[in-house]
């Protein structure tokens, strides 16, 4: 089991920043993926970022060159630095972590969500 416990949230400016933590209950590279999602009203639930545990990092098209995923292994957290907000980034945003026990078997965990609200 996989506890995640998101801080960081807030309202803040366009072209301002905001940085997301996410603190796991286990030693994070025990976890295969973690990554950031987000969920705005009216829309699906969509990935932002994610961190593999050997290292490498995805974006999504839309964050790429704003947002940087990080991680501190001797904390078990997980940040995400959210720069240059624009009014479209406005969601709640979630902590997600991947287990996989094999190829074919995926357990995800999910944090609480932290609303992240971009004024124009």
């Known amino acids: 089991q996989v506890q995640l416990v998101e801080s960081g949230g807030g309202l803040v400016q366009a072209g301002g920043s905001l940085r997301l933590s996410c603190a796991a209950s286990?030693?994070?590279?025990?976890?295969?993926?973690m990554g950031w999602y987000r969920q705005a009203p009216g829309k699906q639930r969509e990935v932002v970022a994610a961190?593999?545990?050997?290292?490498?990092?995805n974006y999504a098209d839309s964050v790429k060159g704003r947002f940087t995923i990080s991680r501190d292994n001797a904390k078990n957290t997980v940040y995400l630095q959210m720069n240059s907000l624009k009014p479209e980034d406005t969601a709640v945003y979630y902590c997600?972590?991947?287990?996989?026990?094999?190829?074919?078997?995926?357990?995800?965990?999910w944090g609480q969500g932290a609303q992240v609200t971009v004024a124009s």
């Open positions: 997600n972590a991947k287990k996989y026990s094999s190829p074919y078997d995926k357990t995800d965990y």
């Open positions: 286990v030693t994070i590279l025990s976890i295969n993926v």
């Open positions: 961190i593999i545990r050997g290292g490498s990092t």
